[in-house]
Structures are given as structure tokens and as C-alpha cells.
């Protein structure tokens, strides 16, 4: 039997939504509190998507101000092809409401936001066959609006509330017939998430719930995906229907862990007595006998970036913004320079610069060059929740930040001029939380290594092989927070702490074996080297020396401890002064 791999998009990617024209197929998703905001994929076979830009990519279309809070901004954008014009209508949470963009091409560019004065989020866009627009919200009502003016032309009806779970939200309305469906997310978007649809002929209602509503839940099964819910519909060119929603991967010990976020599946739609019906969302999706593949496997975005264009990728995405003069590609060309527009990670107004993790093993290194600055590689949930490794004074640093605690692990010196750092994310041989070092006993009495995975930071200095960073600070107050801010300080590599050891290492792939060609690039190479081969296509290793510095309990950075409707960002950083990034590099494990 033939079968895909879901998730068709990894990593922080929810709310899909879906539209077809032609034989080509375009998805948008979430983006929250990131600029730039609604990312756009594209598609000839629903599995294969490939990053084509996104939808709102200039500051006047996204205004994120200072108050906005993590996981406000950006929900649950529809996109829909009508009239020879892509439309994708969303809500900015906190920063103006709902609001329609228009654009001849989906990669754009896309027109201003069209304000529209309606209550509520996650709105739907449906045309009759008059011409008259319909929006959807959640709750649920129906409204009928000038899709060209924003301008509010019948109020909203209650239509259909679900089936009686909390939250019906993320409406879909499509004409499939002589009948309108209408279909929602309801039980709140974890573990009770669910999907239901009812049928009128009319937008306005009155509407037939189906039979077996839910149409598709993972709340109280084993299934390795859970979460699943916020779906789209979509009929494929060769006539078969699709359900883009999406789910989460929760891993480790009760309650379980999801770290990546609510990321985007694919499952085959059947219809039975004018129904859709859905089986479960699988790994390994078996597929309709007449599926057949359209594109590559592989990453929708690259693996690597040496910042050599005059513009940077669309996958990169900033909190808050990205203000003008915070970064540039031509000052030190063929470097991404990044100049501190705020003095620490742990407040809005910070420059970051980062990528969605996409994979639970993977590794993720850059080369730095900090000058006088303070700036480094950082994984974040949020403000309130994130790890980093960052150089200054001559000294690289871990810091965590958990909640009120900020905490400087351990630190190492390091010489003037470019260093290599590294974080290895690995989900195999976890150990407690206790452990803060690689050499910290894994067995503390009472304590359960259950969480999600390890994250193990490293910097690269000169000389060889792979060390572990001996207890103690370098200079000054062991654990001292290189920002001044000293809550909840404790001596570095004392005490309990928010990490776990492990064996492996940043020269190690996340399953400990020796690494083949990684994205390592030591101090004294030239700017290109790092993860090409050599010059008999051997792989390239370093002569750097490897320092792992603290390897850290991953459930600290999970939507379980940090809240919200984001996953983990992996990126780079500078709060003080300016610093220069020769490349990043990302690359999944085993």
C-alpha cells in the first residue's frame, strides 16, 4: 500500500488552510506574534510543500505592538481563490482585528489590509453563485460583508454552535452541491480537539448536524498524534477530497510533551450518504489507490543559510517585528549582521532572528562573530520560556530562562573572533532535570528522566576532540545573568537546575554516533567551511575543539509548561552592541 508521511508540514505550522487552482494547491498557516505573518506553501500534491513567501511581509500590514502578549497576532487565516484573485482573510489579536489582504500571485506582493468590523476570530471566506461574500466566525455566526470596502453588509447569525463542546471555532463554509457545509473545530485546540460538520441549504442556516459528529478526534486514544482538529477542506483535481488540520506529537512522561507546536497533517476524505468521513491521522498515512506523488521528499526550507543574497529567506521570522537597521546583509557581506535594538531575550523588543525546529532530533550551529557585542543561539517558546548560548567578555555562556528564574549554567572562555555554536536536540537517553552538566550524576534519587528530549549546547574553540566544560565560572559571580538581571540566580552547575545529561554530544549525532559532515565550522576555517565535503567528497570535520557546556531538560520548552499556540523557534540573537553571523545551519537527526 502506498503511503506519505505525515506531518505534510513539521514544526510550528497550525490553523492550515487550503485552495486549489487549477492543479496547484496553496496552504497558510498561523503565525501569531512572528513577522513576517502568514507563511505561503505550495503544492502539486498535497504531501510535498515548498515555502513560496509570505502574505504579510511589510510592517504596515502587520502592526504587532509592544503589548501584543506571546501567541497574540496572527490566527487562523483562510485563503480562498475567487474572481482571478488570491484572498486570505485572518484576525490580528491585538493589533487591529479582523482584516482581508488581496494578490494576484500567492508568493504576491499583497495588498494593505481591508479592515473589517466584525466581532470574534478565525474568519472563513465563502462566495455564492450571486457573487455575495460570506464570512464565517468562530462562535458560530455568519455574516455577509463587500469583500472590496470591508464594509459590514448583514451583521452576524447564529447559525450552529457544534455539538456541544466547548470552543466552535475555526469555521469553514464551502458549497458542495446543492448543500452548504459547514465545518468547525471544537473541544478547544488539545488533547479534547475535534472536528464536526453540519449541512444547510442556505449559508444562513437552518443546519443538519451529522450523524456521527465528530467527523474525526484523537481525544482519549493512544494514537501517537493527538491534538487533531482546525481542518480544511479541499477537492483535488482528479475529483477526490482532503482534509488539511492540524495535530501535535506529544513525547516523555505524563502529561506528555509537544515542543514543536500544533503542526499540519493530511488525511484522504471519503463521502458516504452526503457525508465527509475521515479515518485516523497516521504517521504513515496510507493514501487512495489513484494518489500518486508530485514532488520530493525533503524540507520545505533549506538547510543551511550563508547569508549571501540581499534579502533574507521567508522562513526567517522575528518576535515583534524586524525593525530597519536591526539587521543587515550588506554591511559585512556575505554575513548577516544583527544590531540590538533591546537588552535581553526575557522582554519584547529584543533582535532574533530565527527558524521553526522542525524535527524532534536535530542540530542547529552557527558562526559568530560577536566583535564587542553580546549575542548568541537561542531556543525560545517565549519571552518566559527559552534557552540560550551566547558570547561576550570572552566567555560563552548557557543561560535558561524558566518562568521567574533566569539562571546562568555554565560558561567558558572562548578567543576574539569567530566561535561556532551548536544546540543538539535529541530524544533518546533523556535523563533527569536535575542534571545540568554532561559529567552530573543521571541518577538522582526520586527524580524521573521523562521528558521530551535533551538539549545539548556547545561552543567551538581551537585545539580538537570533544571535552565537557569543567564546573566553574570564568570570572566574577558564578551564574551571574550577563543582562544584570540576577533572579533566581544560583551558582552555575550547583544545585537542581533545568537540564539532564546525557552521553552524546554536538560532535555526536543526536543517537551518539560519530557525525558525518555536520554544520561545524571551527574558529580559524575559512567563512565557507562547515557542512560541505572535501575535495573527494569526504565529509568535512572540524579541527575545532568541541566544549559542551550544559546539556537541559526539553520539557521546560514545551506548550505544557509555557502555554500558548506556538512551538519552539531556533535562532540567532544580539542584545548588546552588534554582531555578525557568517552562516546557520539546521539539519535534522535520527
Same mark, same amino acid.
Given at each position: 500500500?502506498?503511503?506519505?508521511?505525515?506531518?505534510?508540514?513539521?514544526?510550528?505550522?497550525?490553523?492550515?488552510?487550503?485552495? /486549489?487552482?487549477?492543479?496547484?494547491?496553496?496552504?497558510?498557516?498561523?503565525?501569531?506574534?512572528?513577522?513576517?505573518?502568514?507563511?505561503?506553501?505550495?503544492?502539486?500534491?498535497?504531501?510535498?510543500?515548498?515555502?513560496?513567501?509570505?502574505?504579510?511581509?511589510?510592517?504596515?500590514?502587520?502592526?504587532?505592538?509592544? $503589548?501584543?502578549?506571546?501567541?497574540?497576532?496572527?490566527?487562523?487565516?483562510?485563503?480562498?481563490?475567487?474572481?482571478?484573485?488570491?484572498?486570505?482573510?485572518?484576525?490580528?489579536?491585538?493589533?487591529?482585528?479582523?482584516?482581508?489582504?488581496?494578490?494576484?500571485?500567492?508568493?504576491?506582493?499583497?495588498?494593505?489590509?481591508?479592515?473589517?468590523?466584525?466581532?470574534?476570530?478565525?474568519?472563513?471566506?465563502?462566495?455564492? &453563485?450571486?457573487?455575495?461574500?460570506?464570512?464565517?466566525?468562530?462562535?458560530?455566526?455568519?455574516?455577509?460583508?463587500?469583500?472590496?470596502?470591508?464594509?459590514?453588509?448583514?451583521?452576524?447569525?447564529?447559525?450552529?454552535?457544534?455539538?456541544?463542546? /466547548?470552543?466552535?471555532?475555526?469555521?469553514?463554509?464551502?458549497?458542495?452541491?446543492?448543500?452548504?457545509?459547514?465545518?468547525?473545530?471544537?473541544?478547544?485546540?488539545?488533547?479534547?480537539?475535534?472536528?464536526?460538520?453540519?449541512?444547510?441549504?442556505?449559508?444562513?442556516?437552518?443546519?443538519?448536524?451529522?450523524?456521527?459528529?465528530?467527523?474525526?478526534?484523537?481525544? #482519549?486514544?493512544?494514537?501517537?498524534?493527538?491534538?487533531?482538529?482546525?481542518? &480544511?477542506?479541499?477537492?483535488?483535481?482528479?475529483?477526490?477530497?482532503?482534509?488539511?488540520?492540524?495535530?501535535?506529537? %506529544?513525547?516523555?512522561?505524563?502529561?506528555?510533551?509537544?515542543?514543536?507546536?500544533?503542526?499540519?497533517?493530511?488525511?484522504?476524505?471519503?463521502?458516504?450518504?452526503?457525508?465527509?468521513?475521515?479515518?485516523?491521522?497516521?504517521?504513515?498515512?496510507?493514501?487512495?489507490?489513484?494518489?500518486?506523488?508530485?514532488?520530493?521528499?525533503?524540507?520545505?526550507?533549506?538547510?543551511? $543559510?550563508?547569508?549571501?543574497?540581499?534579502?533574507?529567506?521567508?522562513?526567517?521570522?522575528?518576535?515583534?517585528? /524586524?525593525?530597519?537597521?536591526?539587521?543587515?546583509?550588506?554591511?559585512?557581506? #556575505?554575513?548577516?549582521?544583527?544590531?540590538?535594538?533591546?537588552?535581553?531575550?526575557?522582554?519584547?523588543?529584543?533582535?532574533?532572528?530565527?527558524?521553526?525546529?522542525?524535527?524532534?532530533?536535530? /542540530?542547529?550551529?552557527?558562526?559568530?562573530?560577536?566583535?564587542? #557585542?553580546?549575542?548568541?543561539?537561542?531556543?525560545?517558546?517565549?519571552?518566559?520560556?527559552?534557552?540560550?548560548?551566547?558570547?561576550?567578555?570572552?566567555?560563552?555562556?548557557?543561560?535558561?530562562?524558566?518562568?521567574?528564574?533566569?539562571?546562568?549554567?555554565?560558561?567558558?572562555?572562548? %578567543?576574539?573572533?569567530?566561535?561556532?555554536?551548536?544546540?543538539?536536540?535529541?530524544?533518546?537517553?533523556?535523563?533527569? %532535570?536535575?542534571?545540568?552538566?554532561? =559529567?552530573?550524576?543521571?541518577?538522582?534519587?526520586?527524580?524521573?528522566?521523562?521528558?521530551?528530549?535533551?538539549?545539548?549546547?556547545?561552543?567551538?574553540?581551537?585545539?580538537?576532540?570533544?571535552?565537557?566544560?569543567?564546573?566553574?565560572?570564568?570570572?566574577?559571580?558564578?551564574?551571574?545573568?550577563?543582562? =544584570?538581571?540576577?533572579? =533566581?540566580?544560583?551558582?552555575?552547575?550547583?544545585?537542581?537546575?533545568?537540564?539532564?545529561?546525557?552521553?552524546?554530544?554536538?560532535? &555526536?549525532?543526536?543517537?551518539?554516533?560519530?557525525?558525518?559532515?555536520?554544520?561545524?565550522?571551527?574558529?580559524?576555517?575559512?567563512?565557507?567551511?562547515?557542512?560541505?565535503?572535501?575535495?573527494?567528497?569526504?565529509?568535512?570535520?572540524?579541527?575545532?575543539?568541541?566544549?559542551?557546556?550544559?546539556?537541559?531538560?526539553?520539557?521546560?520548552?514545551?506548550?505544557?509548561?509555557?502555554?500558548?499556540?506556538?512551538?519552539?523557534?531556533?535562532?540567532?540573537?544580539?542584545?548588546? =552592541?552588534?554582531?555578525?553571523?557568517?552562516?546557520?545551519?539546521?539539519?535534522?537527526?535520527?
Amino acid at each position: 500500500m502506498r503511503t506519505y508521511e505525515n506531518p505534510v508540514l513539521a514544526g510550528f505550522h497550525p490553523d492550515p488552510s487550503v485552495c /486549489r487552482v487549477g492543479e496547484d494547491y496553496y496552504l497558510v498557516c498561523s503565525s501569531f506574534e512572528y513577522f513576517p505573518g502568514i507563511p505561503v506553501f505550495h503544492s502539486r500534491d498535497l504531501v510535498h510543500w515548498r515555502r513560496i513567501g509570505n502574505v504579510l511581509d511589510r510592517p504596515g500590514q502587520l502592526p504587532l505592538p509592544p $503589548d501584543v502578549p506571546a501567541s497574540g497576532g496572527i490566527y487562523a487565516p483562510t485563503i480562498r481563490h475567487h474572481d482571478g484573485r488570491f484572498h486570505v482573510i485572518t484576525t490580528n489579536v491585538g493589533g487591529g482585528g479582523n482584516f482581508l489582504v488581496t494578490s494576484e500571485r500567492p508568493e504576491g506582493p499583497w495588498s494593505d489590509p481591508v479592515w473589517i468590523d466584525l466581532p470574534g476570530i478565525d474568519p472563513d471566506l465563502a462566495w455564492d &453563485d450571486d457573487g455575495t461574500c460570506w464570512v464565517a466566525l468562530a462562535g458560530v455566526g455568519v455574516a455577509r460583508i463587500d469583500p472590496a470596502t470591508g464594509k459590514v453588509l448583514q451583521e452576524p447569525v447564529p447559525v450552529w454552535s457544534g455539538s456541544g463542546k /466547548r470552543d466552535p471555532e475555526g469555521p469553514h463554509l464551502y458549497r458542495i452541491g446543492e448543500w452548504w457545509y459547514l465545518l468547525v473545530a471544537e473541544g478547544g485546540t488539545a488533547r479534547g480537539h475535534s472536528v464536526s460538520v453540519a449541512r444547510a441549504r442556505s449559508p444562513l442556516g437552518p443546519y443538519e448536524p451529522a450523524p456521527h459528529n465528530p467527523v474525526l478526534t484523537h481525544s #482519549g486514544s493512544r494514537e501517537p498524534v493527538q491534538c487533531t482538529g482546525h481542518a &480544511d477542506l479541499v477537492q483535488a483535481a482528479d475529483g477526490s477530497w482532503w482534509m488539511v488540520l492540524l495535530g501535535t506529537r %506529544p513525547r516523555g512522561f505524563f502529561p506528555e510533551y509537544h515542543v514543536l507546536g500544533r503542526e499540519t497533517f493530511l488525511v484522504p476524505v471519503e463521502w458516504a450518504d452526503g457525508w465527509p468521513r475521515v479515518g485516523p491521522v497516521r504517521e504513515r498515512q496510507p493514501t487512495p489507490a489513484a494518489w500518486r506523488p508530485a514532488g520530493a521528499a525533503g524540507t520545505a526550507d533549506p538547510a543551511r $543559510d550563508d547569508f549571501e543574497g540581499t534579502a533574507l529567506a521567508p522562513h526567517w521570522i522575528s518576535p515583534h517585528g /524586524r525593525p530597519e537597521g536591526s539587521w543587515s546583509l550588506t554591511e559585512r557581506p #556575505g554575513w548577516l549582521t544583527l544590531t540590538a535594538t533591546g537588552d535581553s531575550l526575557d522582554r519584547p523588543g529584543h533582535t532574533f532572528v530565527g527558524r521553526r525546529q522542525q524535527h524532534h532530533d536535530c /542540530r542547529a550551529a552557527v558562526r559568530l562573530d560577536p566583535g564587542a #557585542g553580546r549575542a548568541g543561539l537561542a531556543v525560545r517558546m517565549d519571552e518566559a520560556h527559552h534557552y540560550a548560548i551566547e558570547v561576550a567578555g570572552g566567555a560563552a555562556r548557557v543561560i535558561a530562562r524558566i518562568g521567574p528564574v533566569r539562571q546562568c549554567l555554565a560558561e567558558h572562555p572562548v %578567543p576574539p573572533g569567530p566561535v561556532v555554536l551548536a544546540v543538539d536536540i535529541r530524544t533518546n537517553d533523556v535523563r533527569p %532535570p536535575t542534571a545540568v552538566r554532561p =559529567g552530573d550524576d543521571p541518577m538522582t534519587p526520586g527524580v524521573r528522566a521523562g521528558g521530551p528530549d535533551t538539549l545539548v549546547f556547545s561552543v567551538e574553540v581551537p585545539g580538537g576532540g570533544l571535552v565537557d566544560a569543567p564546573v566553574g565560572p570564568v570570572g566574577g559571580s558564578a551564574g551571574e545573568a550577563p543582562d =544584570g538581571d540576577t533572579g =533566581g540566580v544560583s551558582s552555575a552547575g550547583q544545585g537542581g537546575g533545568p537540564g539532564v545529561g546525557a552521553d552524546g554530544g554536538p560532535g &555526536d549525532t543526536p543517537g551518539g554516533r560519530p557525525r558525518e559532515g555536520g554544520p561545524a565550522g571551527g574558529p580559524d576555517e575559512g567563512p565557507r567551511q562547515g557542512s560541505g565535503g572535501g575535495p573527494d567528497g569526504e565529509p568535512h570535520r572540524s579541527p575545532g575543539q568541541v566544549v559542551r557546556l550544559a546539556e537541559l531538560d526539553g520539557r521546560y520548552l514545551s506548550t505544557e509548561v509555557a502555554g500558548g499556540f506556538t512551538g519552539r523557534v531556533i535562532g540567532m540573537y544580539v542584545t548588546e =552592541g552588534r554582531a555578525a553571523f557568517d552562516w546557520f545551519a539546521y539539519e535534522a537527526g535520527t
